[in-house]
């Protein structure tokens, strides 16, 4: 993934109080990552407030990985446990600022840095214990002052900047899930998100509470508009939670008593005033939609439902080159003609899209109006 974001953006906090606290009795992988988690909590070595966790099925075997995160600094990276013979077993580290990747579509883990001018994306499967990679891509573009002297790699061997591009693209194009900051480290949060609660509401009310006050001035003084809403677009009569910060929307379901991350889009165009922003369903259920509108520039990405995940299928956008300032079409990442552009559009249009539904300011008022 080229774009690093800060995962203080992502990151959510469960309200306390609300849980018992204390060590469950749970065997399994439960107790073994709670077991996990409660010694990381109390570990004196490891002190970060922003300590978090993400619990995800990340080889489809049906027991979840537990992704830890010791915080939200540059070289914090998430360590994988996976479940085996009863204990909570590492996999390796992944990622940078507390924050990796998972795409379901391809069952791959991502992470990836910007320092310096260097960049470096890689692509790892779970097999057993262990991540082994599949890609590999750096570049120094950023470190050098002419575009002839930038080296773009791709599993350590030299390739052209347009094949570096393509192959990025491809990797990318289905669209991922954030983890390691899903829920920060508490008593409270250990039960919440591995142990399990039986009502959607109070579950969705608890992370949505502390989530509109945690860095509230922070996005504040950014200019940030955060937003939430629902929408059973799985259609098992419990909906999803949608929470948009500025351009970053995060999208979470409720199965087997937790809440558990889907998607993280970021579908956005250049500038910073005037935007639109909208999320719609096709007109038979198949198919999500994000979009970003300006006057002049528009940013869409389009994602099938699949039972339990999200792929995104295309993601397109009609926006200023980084480098030019010049508007340029682009298609999954790969620039195009405006005719490429306009039928690509074209035919997602003939899905008929509409609005998901009312959206709500991140505040308790309005979470008590939701929620009751």
Known sequence: MKKITSAAVCAAVIASGIFSTGVSADTGWKGAYEKYLREKMNSSEETSPEKGFTVCDLDGDGT?????????????????????DGKAVSAGDVGAYGECFYMPAEGLVCGGDLHMGYSMSYYLKLEGTELKTVKSFTDNGGACEYPEDIVYEIDNKKVTEKEYNR????????GSVSLGQTFTLSDESIKYGITGVSDYKKAYAAFLEEMCE????????????????????MGDDTPELFVRTGSTTQVYGFSNGRIQSLLRDDTYVSGVN??????CISSGGKYL????????????????????????TAYLRYDNDIMTDRKQCTYNG????GDTFNKALARYRKLKFRKTGDTYALDKASIEKVFG
């Open 274 to 279: 005037d935007k639109k922003y909208k999320t």
């Open 334 to 337: 790969i620039r195009v003609s």
């Open 214 to 233: 945690k860095d509230a001035d922070f996005y504040d003084s950014l200019g940030y508009e955060r937003v939430f809403f629902t929408a059973d677009i």
């Open 64 to 84: 979840p990985e537990l992704i830890y995160s010791p915080g939200t600094w540059h070289v914090a990276t998430c360590e994988i446990l996976t479940y085996k």
């Open 167 to 174: 192959q990025l693209a491809e990797m990318d194009k289905s």
């Open 289 to 312: 939609m994000f979009g970003c509108t300006t006057d002049k520039t528009c940013g869409y990405s389009f994602y099938r439902i699949h039972d339990g995940y999200l792929e995104r």
